[in-house]
């Protein structure tokens, strides 16, 4: 039987689910929940952390981009693991190990700390992500119900970005930076409670055996590529950042050929000949690396540009997220009647006119429209999120579902990388180019001024006066400069993923026509 056989064999007999199946829909949200208040969380807490540990700018990328690293390596992995072993055990392991670590995040002492704790979460939330995503596909095997869940799905990423952002601030407020992490242990109580009875085991029927040398390969291909990633951002092109990227691609041409070969391979390579599944990975990637990058400025841009504590800047980004939610379930029903790649261009306009926007929203007084761009953006990232999701599991059988779920979000983690490690580093890399400081200035908080805005808004608060006002302004000023390049970069990539959402994505049933 192919692979386009087996999908819609299985599509065909798909059976609508009862109150059961919404109620484990509920269940398996919490880790979803977790992972994007998490996320969101951090942006935010970036400038407190900034103060308490005072990172050097690439500690501070690494402390954002540790998890995403380790995660996106693990991914496939764990994805391949939960269909040989069960979808559900690896959810219930992964919540354990992340709320244990969080709580160590919570109070690390040092920089180098926290990146290790971040690190230690990948591995575990490598566990979790590809998990609640396939475990969907094999709960709702009917496809338009499958459709709406994953709708669900995605929206609940939307809705912990929103919920972190309030509950984050108030916590900063009134407690250290290190109550943001503490956050996993509410959420995934819960998980561990309920999942098991709730919640179906589900795994491949016809598991491969466990290969540790693609394990290998598969790692050794992800971490040199995204870290010579990280390396350009911060330093430029070098002889270390090609040596890396060399060593990652030489490494993936042995993972394919090792897959191609095998029997029963731990990646099946033939999803990536759908261009329906390859179509809708891009698509996620770059959404997220337009969605992450913009975060990525947008916290530091209100909070210590605009002069809004983190509950008021958490609160700034409500319509934007709240847009992003209710996108990606009104695009449910318009996904049924017209096909994906009209659907989802159509969405990614609103979100290149809302990049293109934040470049006319440099300055202290831009916060409305700062926010109406967010609006306009999230209303595009909702919708196309929700159908490109959608489409990769659709393209893959439901035997392979926790695979075809693990690249998904290896993609939605290589773009959270890419997000700050690109757009952040080319921001930081202007930030540093535009900066103009006042004459007066002594050198070691010159120092500490160029490595970071929230560097410079400390030594300025340090130096007071006349001289710390300036030091302010010029901070702010170099800081939005970047941000009007950088948004430019991120309408382009946006509409790459628009033009490619319209030459491959497809749909394997007609879309209904009223």
Do not use: C
């Not at 995403?68 to 072993?85: I, N």
């Not at 496809?143 to 809705?159: E, G, H, P, T, Y």
């Not at 598991?207 to 693609?214: E, K, W």
């Not at 941000?483 to 309408?491: D, F, M, Y």
């Amino acid at each position: 039987m192919t692979l386009t056989q087996e999908i819609e064999l299985a599509d065909r007999a798909g059976t609508r689910v009862g109150w059961r199946g919404w109620a484990a829909l509920v269940v398996l949200m919490l880790p979803v929940l977790l992972v994007s208040v998490d996320n969101t969380v951090l942006s935010f807490a970036i400038p407190e952390i900034a103060l308490a540990l005072e990172p050097t700018s690439a500690q501070q990328l690494w402390i954002i981009d540790a998890y995403p690293l380790v995660l996106a390596g693990l991914l496939v992995t764990m994805g391949t693991l939960g269909d040989r072993f069960g979808r559900r055990r690896m959810l219930l392991i992964g919540a354990s190990g992340f709320g244990i670590v969080s709580v160590l995040a919570a109070f690390a002492p040092t920089a180098a700390a926290l990146i290790a704790a971040r690190a230690a979460l990948g591995v575990f939330g490598a566990m979790l992500m590809p998990s609640t995503l396939s475990l969907l596909r094999s709960i709702f095997t009917d496809r338009d119900q499958r459709r709406l869940a994953i709708a669900v799905w995605a929206s609940m990423f939307s809705a912990g970005a929103a919920f972190g952002p309030i509950v984050g601030g108030l916590l900063l407020e009134h407690f250290a930076w290190g109550s943001v992490f503490l956050l996993a242990v509410p959420v995934l109580v819960p998980l561990l409670v309920l999942a098991p009875l709730l919640v179906p085991e589900s795994r491949d029927p016809k598991p491969g055996r466990i290969d540790p040398v693609s394990i290998a390969l598969s790692m050794a291909t992800m971490v040199p590529i995204v870290y010579a990633i990280k390396e350009i951002a911060v330093h430029g092109p070098g002889g270390t950042a090609a040596a890396l990227i060399a060593s990652g691609l030489l490494f993936g041409w042995l993972f394919v050929r090792r897959q191609l070969r095998a029997e029963i391979p731990m990646l099946d390579m033939r999803l990536f000949r759908n261009p329906t599944f390859s179509g809708a990975l891009l698509v996620n990637l770059l959404s997220v690396v337009a969605l992450v990058g913009f975060l990525f400025f947008v916290a530091q841009h209100l909070q210590l540009v605009v002069g809004l504590s983190p509950m008021q800047a958490g609160f700034a980004l409500v319509p934007g997220l709240a847009a992003m939610i209710l996108a990606g379930l009104a695009v449910v029903p318009i996904a049924t009647r017209y096909p994906p790649r009209f659907v989802v261009p159509a969405a990614l306009v609103f979100s290149v006119l809302g990049y293109i926007a934040v470049v006319l929203t440099t300055g202290p007084d831009s916060y409305g429209l700062l926010v109406a761009a967010f609006v306009s953006l999230g209303i595009g990232i909702g919708a196309a999120e929700t159908v490109s999701n959608e489409l990769v599991l659709a393209s893959a059988p439901p035997s392979k579902a926790g695979a075809a779920s693990a690249v998904s979000e290896t993609a939605y983690e290589l773009g959270a990388v890419l997000g700050t490690a690109v757009l952040g580093g080319i921001l930081t890399a202007l930030y540093r180019a535009n900066l103009v400081l006042p004459a007066g200035i002594p050198a070691e908080i010159a120092h500490t001024a160029r490595e970071t805005l929230a560097g410079a808004v400390h030594a300025a608060d340090t130096l007071g006066g006349e001289l710390g006002a300036q030091l302010q302004e010029a901070a702010a000023t170099a800081f939005d400069q970047g941000v009007a390049v950088t948004s430019l970069i991120g309408a382009a990539l946006v509409a790459t993923a628009a033009v490619i959402a319209a030459l491959l994505l497809s749909s394997n049933t007609k879309p209904r026509r009223r």
